[in-house]
């Protein structure tokens, strides 16, 4: 084979190796992202799931962590578990205490910020509520009631 013949062949190849490689890392309906879950409102019973700093379960669309040894809401964290950036599911990684992304590696905050992209977007976190059993709700932001001066004439 001559090599003009050789490098042309490589050089094609090459070219429809990363055109598959670019096309996985997009969905086929078009959205760069996952959405958040809404309507969430569930139990997990704490005398079973959760039991150690760290653990991390995944459950209706969202990834809930112990982050502290006590039962109160500080104690836990629910960010939804779809990247912001495509939509794959993040993992929980105990030894650095962030959400990571297997995909492309954007790394997010137990808070759901981004610490590192290339996702630009937060995690939604959720509310969470303790009795006997923990409970996950939507975070809803309310409007502060401030009552505006007269402006002095």
Known sequence: MHRKHFISTLGFSVAAVCTACLA?????????????????????????????????LNTNGLIVVRLAATNTPASFTAVQIACTHQGISV?????LGEFVCPLHGAIFSTSGAVVQGPATKALKQ????????????????????????????
């Open 126 to 153: 959720y509310t969470i509520t303790i009795t006997n059993r923990i409970t996950i709700r939507n975070r809803i932001k309310r409007k502060s009631k401030r009552k505006s001066s007269p402006t002095p004439s």
């Open 91 to 95: 993992d929980y990684n105990k030894s």
């Open 24 to 56: 996985a890392c997009t969905r086929e309906d078009g959205v760069t992202g996952g959405d958040p879950p809404t309507g969430v409102n569930f139990n997990i019973d704490l005398t079973t799931r959760l039991l150690n700093v760290g653990d991390a």
